[in-house]
């Protein structure tokens, strides 16, 4: 077997590793051992030790890679439970209306460093879109999700269908399919 300079390798007939400092022939090596002696070994007693680095065990990329791995993993089951919630969304969407969802986690990413006022703002712009969108397409209903929460976007919603589109009707949405008050529900035709 072949060493290279600063090879880690450890001892075939005892225990600890060591480091080859110099290659004196194709039979012998110097080594550092651990307690930082020079030691002249036959490459006979000697193998090379794996290199944690090989493994990718204690490097920055491979905690960054496990990291993004378990934060896929946590996302991923988030959306199945997401999903899961609102699986009849599908089959309800297909009766020419659409469905919004205005949780600020789906309308931008980094949401954790937005203000309360700064949220309502992103929501609402997508509110007046998504309305916009369903009027032009002439979509009969549109269902809003909102929330429970403590109501604000809720009123923010219905204080713009008040003031702005007076000639449409809104309600609470399907108790059984939204949640108590989680969702709006605006008939456009």
Request: charged residues 30%; proline residues 1%.
């Amino acid at each position: 077997m072949k060493f290279k300079l600063g090879d880690k390798v450890s001892f075939l007939n005892e225990t600890g590793t060591a480091v080859v400092k110099k290659i004196i022939s194709d039979f012998l090596v110097l080594v550092e051992d651990e307690d930082g002696f020079d030691r002249q070994c036959s490459i006979k007693e000697l193998v090379v030790s794996s290199k944690e680095q090989s493994y990718g065990l204690n490097s920055n990329a491979f905690n960054k890679q496990r990291d993004n791995k378990i934060t896929a993993e946590q996302k991923e089951q988030e959306d199945k439970k997401l999903q899961k919630k609102f699986n009849h969304i599908s089959a309800y969407g297909n009766k020419n209306s659409t469905i919004v969802d205005l949780h600020i986690d789906k309308l931008y990413d980094a949401y954790e460093q937005l203000t309360s006022f700064q949220i309502l703002s992103i929501q609402m712009n997508r509110f007046k879109r998504e309305l916009d969108s369903a009027i032009k397409k002439k979509t009969k209903k549109l269902i809003v999700i909102h929330g429970k929460g403590k109501g604000v976007l809720k009123e923010e919603i219905s204080n713009e269908l008040k003031e702005n589109f007076p000639e449409l009707s809104f309600n609470d949405a399907s108790f059984q399919e939204f949640g108590f008050e989680g969702a709006t529900e605006i008939l456009i035709q």
